[in-house]
């Protein structure tokens, strides 16, 4: 079998970059409104109150906050493995695959950094 490697410009698509882009803006827009609904509505956090963290995150229980981090890391750990099979199976796997790997990865950093800084305000409450 022989290798021979392709063009930097093929299996690019500049109107998929754009759709990938706007999806992952968007994406990340809808998971940072959420999780302030989700604080505000749901957990009771006062939108006013300024500290590195709301009181709620001390709680030591389950809340509906976590389920939500959890689902955002869960929807970014599925467009990465999206982003696998794009990369096989797309008409253009450059800009598939990264576009939903760039999508998994925002959405995996966001929904895990909220989730480390709740477990440091558990930790630090006791």
Same mark, same amino acid.
Not at 15 to 38: F, K, L, P, Q
Not at 54 to 65: D, G, V
Not at 93 to 113: E, F, K, N, V, Y
């Given at each position: ?60 229980? &389950?809340?509906?906050?976590? !389920? @939500?981090?959890? +689902? /955002?890391?869960? #929807?970014? *750990? ?31 950093? &966001?929904?895990?950094?909220? !989730? @480390?800084?709740? +477990? /440091?305000?558990? #930790?630090? *409450?006791?």
């Amino acid at each position: 079998m022989i290798e021979t490697p392709i063009a930097t410009t093929q299996g690019v698509s500049r109107r998929r970059d754009r759709i990938w882009g706007w999806t992952a803006g968007i994406a990340g827009v809808i998971v940072g409104v959420g999780s302030a609904v989700v604080a505000i509505f749901v957990e009771g956090a006062n939108a006013y109150q300024s500290s590195p963290y709301p009181p709620f995150f001390t709680k030591r229980q &389950l809340l509906a906050y976590d !389920v @939500f981090l959890v +689902l /955002v890391v869960a #929807v970014g *750990a599925l467009f990465g493995v999206a982003a696998l099979g794009l990369a096989r199976r797309s008409r253009f796997p450059r800009s598939d695959a990264l576009g939903a790997g760039l999508l998994g990865t925002i959405l995996m950093l &966001l929904g895990s950094a909220l !989730v @480390f800084t709740r +477990l /440091v305000a558990i #930790v630090r *409450a006791e």
